[in-house]
């Protein structure tokens, strides 16, 4: 039993992953935690967690910060119905070295405070459109940071 299945189960549904992918380039879900008709499915759980199955098998020491922030990004620029960048905004913490989500949504309000030249306390309310073209523009810029770090 995977991690995520194991702490849905011991805690009678009320924490787990819900979903992961662990290096071994398959994508393992609770189907009980999701809505398979859902975005946050289609976007949170298959595109996010396939971007980290493709960059685990692309770049073998990438780190945890790493994958979430590409991972977040991939979320940015697909989702259209949820306001995934305002979840980023809450969930940005530089203070802790061992938080690899909040690392990786801190690294993405910085990127957007200086993409759109505001604050992160106006980053709420941008349009989708405009959401998913800075997303597209930092997920290109990290994808050229790759190729050269771990060439």
């Given at each position: ?72 990004l991939v979320e940015l620029i697909y989702s259209k119905e949820r306001r995934m960048l305002e979840r980023f ?12 989500h909040g690392l990786s949504a801190e690294h993405i309000v910085r990127g957007f405070e200086i993409c759109l ?35």
């Amino acid at each position: 039993m995977g991690i995520e299945r194991w702490l849905d189960y011991i805690s009678f549904g009320e924490t787990g992953t819900g979903g992961c992918s662990n290096g071994d380039s398959r994508i393992h879900c609770v189907k009980a935690a999701w809505n398979l008709e859902s975005e946050d499915f289609r976007v949170s759980l298959l595109k996010h967690e396939a971007q980290h199955a493709m960059d685990q098998a692309r770049y073998k020491d990438i780190t945890n910060k790493e994958l979430e922030y590409r991972a977040k990004l991939v979320e940015l620029i697909y989702s259209k119905e949820r306001r995934m960048l305002e979840r980023f905004v809450s969930q940005a913490d530089a203070t802790r070295a061992d938080n690899g989500h909040g690392l990786s949504a801190e690294h993405i309000v910085r990127g957007f405070e200086i993409c759109l030249k505001k604050d992160r306390g106006r980053l709420a309310g941008l349009p989708i459109e405009t959401v998913q073209t800075v997303a597209r523009s930092l997920f290109a810029e990290s994808c050229k940071e790759m190729a050269a770090k771990y060439r």
